[in-house]
């Protein structure tokens, strides 16, 4: 038999593996709940299993010195791929705590379906979104590379057309003018001023 232990802290982002569908009896799944059971004697441990359809039932779930112990059987294994399992404790005084949601993976059986023909369905159907979720990121990408690209040219024509000029203060405090060819001005010094005109 496969055991798979887990503590309260461990369980947020873990992937539980459940076996393989159609398995009966031949994993087990424990869960460290002793820190909860100290901290209000009384409680008791229930957990919700929720199916990679989005079915939800609870889980048969026996605590035994303090570990909550989950056996896979066969109403466990009937749909093979990604599912979820909470932990959750009831206290005496009405209160209860509820763990995060635990990443849970059956392997579909060889021979097995889901129901459509297709035993690899639910890996077969999440690969599917990641490629076309993939595939849409490229292809926004691309259009901003498209459209950076159209200003370039257009600020390349503009340029071109209407004329550009450019004023840097160089590492060596000089002020220098870039411009293109089309654009001219003429430089002149009224009441001790620099005065710059365009060029008819």
């Known amino acids: 038999m496969n055991v798979y232990r887990y503590t309260l802290t461990e369980l947020p982002g873990a992937m539980i593996p459940l076996g393989k569908q159609g398995e009966d009896g031949r994993t087990r799944i424990e869960v460290d709940v002793s820190p909860w059971l100290a901290e209000h004697p009384g409680a008791t441990i229930a957990l919700t299993v929720t199916m990679s359809n ?80 993939a595939k849409e990121a490229a292809g926004q990408a691309q259009e901003s590379e498209q459209a950076a690209a159209a200003s370039a040219e257009l600020a390349k024509q503009a340029a071109a057309n209407g004329g550009y000029i450019q004023f840097e203060i160089g590492d060596d405090g000089r002020l220098y003018m870039y411009r293109t060819e089309n654009v001219t001005f003429v430089f002149e010094i009224e009441e001790g001023r620099l005065m710059m005109y365009e060029q008819a």
Request: glycine share 12%.
């Open 54 to 133: 989005g079915d939800q039932y609870a889980g048969a779930v026996e605590v035994v010195d303090g570990v909550a112990v989950w056996k896979i059987t066969e109403s466990d294994t009937i749909l093979a791929g990604y599912g979820w399992a909470e932990w959750r404790m009831d206290c005496p005084s009405g209160d209860t705590y509820i763990t995060r949601k635990a990443r849970t993976h059956l392997y579909p059986q060889a021979g097995a379906t889901n129901g459509n023909g297709n035993p690899f369905a639910p890996i077969a159907a999440q690969v599917q979104e990641a490629a076309r979720q």
